[in-house]
């Protein structure tokens, strides 16, 4: 879009078969940095069936000329087909929002889901995390918060805004250890009565450090020693003004390895001292901001503080097993993005759309965060990005890595040509004609175990496989 040109002054209208539908204007920016126009749940397409023809037409009364002559080219058209809601599987119609309070948060889940099944275990689990994090942060909170437990996958699993939505389901393959990513989430609610202006490097930091690591538990010094090491480590300065398009895990790592460092040297109260007052209001950039509260709350410069910690870190032997551990974490969660980029585009975290989780539950909304593309490619791959993660999870890099080679041969080529790839297609093959969905896939030398649920049934049930001469077959 042309410099000079606000988004909200570009008008939108959506049309539907030539119906005006809607009549706005561009908002926000998306984690990409893009323009975006969002107008969610605006068509109720009560009793409508088959092809309807939605019209977008970006700024209609032609304002803007610079870079743009004509007005034909700011029109867009798409065909949608509707179909009948009582063709929706069993599972999208019997659910509705389900909560339960816990000590800290009200927790809501989607019935008949995963979450719905182990609900109780996910208030508990909410009342530790939240205890976690209110522990290492030193603060009460001011207000009970909501958790919202969903079946879809969006970005790497998680996001915050005035309530946390999690990604809980028996097939998550954004991977990671759920605890964690709790006490990171909670850490951003409570935060806001911390630090309610802070950069988003710094709460990042924040959340990571109190976490203590990001997806797992994680030594942050020989963590950071590691990428040091490993020749990843991004300067301060680049890395604190484009936050969110630097590689994601080491971004977040540096950020949590140096709120760490800070309070190893200076002690969490005079680190929350600093974070509370911090501000980017004022100042250039991010880091003309980080630079200047720290300088006036260690007296020292941004570049100092960084040589100091970069000669700290130099100090750490070398770990085989920490830089193994944080190099196929990295590959894991670029694969599992380049994934998303190809396979399920809407959960790709630069162009998601986080919908606000108060008002799908107020309108009785459940099928933006219930579904999800089940195409084979989707369950092998998932299945595939699952397995690749138990196994880093479990200490084991070298079949991580295994498994993270056989699948970026299938998002590289496009098709499954690669033996272990083959393998796990084969079963996924054979649970879907039988009717079942395949949540998850061990497989063990020439035995293989798929975890499957049904339309009826979120309860798993195991189904054992063993390898014939050159194919799979179903034991039990
Ligand atoms: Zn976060």
Known sequence: ???LIQ???VAVHVYINGELLVQDRLGGTNFAGDTTGIYPWRWDTTGLRGEQTVTVVLDPDDLILAGDETVENNTASYTVDILASGERPFRETATSWLSRDGRYATVHVLDQTAASRDLSQLVSLTDEAFE?????LGLTPNRLYDVYFIQRVIGQGGYAGGSIVLTYSDRNYAGGIMRQVLVHEAVHLLDQQLAPRAIPFLREGVAVWAAGGH???????QRMAALVQAGRYIPLLELVDNFYPAQHEIGYLQAGGLVHYLVEQYGWEKVQAWYGGMTAEGYTSHSAALDATLQANFGKSLAQIEQEWLQHLSQFPSDPQATNDLLATVRYYDMMRRYQELHDPTAYFLNAWLPSPQEMRQRGLTADVLRHPKAE???????MLGAADATLLAGDYQQANVILNSIERVLESGTVMDPLAKSYEEIVNKTVTMGFEVQRIEMNGNTATAYITSSHRIYLTPLEFARATNHWVLVN
């Not at 976690?132 to 290492?136: D, V």
């Not at 997806?215 to 010094?221: K, T």
């Not at 490619?377 to 299945?383: A, K, R, T």
């Open 132 to 136: 976690e994090a209110i522990g290492r």
């Open 215 to 221: 997806y797992q538990p994680e030594d942050l010094g």
């Open 7 to 9: 988004p909200s002054q």
């Open 377 to 383: 490619i989707n369950l092998l791959l998932e299945v």
């Open 1 to 3: 879009m042309p410099d």
